[in-house]
């Protein structure tokens, strides 16, 4: 039936099924070529070139929270290559509090009004008037949303002991998972893999927790509410899926080893030292294969967090912050593979 599901063979325009294989039959076909004539991309007349997001986030169990949950801000700056009177981009349980369009001199092109579309998976903002080609504009978002438990977006992750004799004391840890279409559930984005964009990210978490991103972090210090605030460096330009965060209270394994055009290397979370091994030694064969010589996009920085409860044998290729399942993290080809 996967193979049908893309035949053009099966392009039918009438609602009947009389003349339908007698395996399409009763099955809802129509309905299904009705969905797969149905055009959910985003426009391409307005692109992402950079993001910045803030994050606070509460985690349960720390600082009294009873759940995990986070408010955020998101602007971005865009261009425009054909004149568009609206905005639409993607968001999925997210509330949103506040959106703005300004245009340069700070002129507020956006009505208030911020339209939501769930089977699109996007939210849509008009604006007072149609945006020229090549204008600039600046979109400003302001939101909430709750932790999810699914292992999508901005998910709690559980630190498991090993055994009854496991010293480490169990712990959650907040971690994201935006492939293919995660980082609409943790920020209003333009959630399409062509749209790549730079990343600036701030987050305000729990003094007892550390955070990781794609990039190094720039500096830390203290708000007013003795929350830690974490500042990270402007990442490459990224896909949206690509775009990386972990809070956690898991402990954290270093090394000074030196490895070609790398600065740092780190893994977090169960069998830490195992797996720095195996990182570096993915590293250094990339490094010895002729076609990497001149590639310039790989991170100076580069951690691995292993969790729990990925798929044990599984990983993602986030540049900067490889997440994996237990076993992938000790696994060479498979390391070799979200590196390469």
Same mark, same amino acid.
């Given at each position: ?12 325009? #009438? ?63 865009? #261009? ?59 979109? %400003? ?76 972090? %720039? ?8 929350? =830690? ?20 209270? %898991? ?5 000074? =080893? ?19 091994? $195996? ?10 294969? =002729? ?9 100076? =920085? ?14 993602? $290729? ?23």
């Amino acid at each position: 039936l996967s193979l049908l599901l893309i035949s053009p063979s099966f392009t039918i325009q #009438n609602d009947s099924e009389d003349d339908l294989p007698v395996y399409l039959k009763g099955i809802g076909w129509r309905d299904v070529e009705a969905e797969l004539r149905k055009d959910l991309r985003l426009s391409n007349s307005i692109r992402p070139t950079r993001y910045e997001v803030r994050l606070n986030v509460s985690v349960r169990g720390y600082e009294g929270a009873e759940k995990s949950t986070f408010r955020g801000s998101v602007f971005i700056l865009l #261009n425009v290559s054909s004149p568009i009177d609206i905005i639409e981009l993607h968001s999925v349980d997210l509330a949103i509090e506040k959106a703005r369009i300004l245009a340069v001199g700070e002129e507020v092109l956006s009505t208030g009004e911020v339209k939501y579309h769930p089977e699109r998976e996007t939210i849509s903002i008009p604006s007072k008037r149609m945006i020229q080609k090549d204008e600039i504009v600046l979109l %400003q978002i302001f939101y909430n949303g709750i932790v999810q438990m699914n292992g999508a977006g901005l998910y709690e992750s559980w630190t498991t002991r090993e055994d009854s004799n496991d010293p480490e004391t169990p712990t959650i840890s907040l971690v994201t998972s935006g492939e293919p279409t995660g980082a609409r559930l943790w920020i209003p984005c333009f959630d399409e893999p062509d749209k790549k964009a730079t990343f600036t990210l701030v987050v305000h978490h729990p003094k007892e927790l550390s955070v990781y991103s794609n990039s190094f972090i %720039q500096r830390s210090q203290s708000d007013r509410f003795s929350r =830690k605030v974490t500042f990270f460096k402007r990442t490459n330009p990224l896909p949206t899926y690509l775009f990386a965060l972990a809070v956690t209270k %898991q402990k954290v394994a270093t090394t000074d =080893k030196y490895v070609k055009r790398h600065r740092q290397f780190r893994a977090i979370g169960k069998n830490k030292k195992s797996a720095i091994i $195996e990182f570096i030694s993915a590293f250094n064969a990339i490094n010895s294969i =002729k076609v990497f010589e001149n590639v310039t996009y790989f991170p100076e =920085k580069n951690d691995i967090i292993i969790v729990d409860d990925y798929p044990e044998r599984s990983a993602m $290729e986030n540049p900067g912050l490889i997440t994996a399942g237990r076993k992938a993290a000790l696994e060479f080809d498979t390391l070799l593979h979200e590196i390469a």
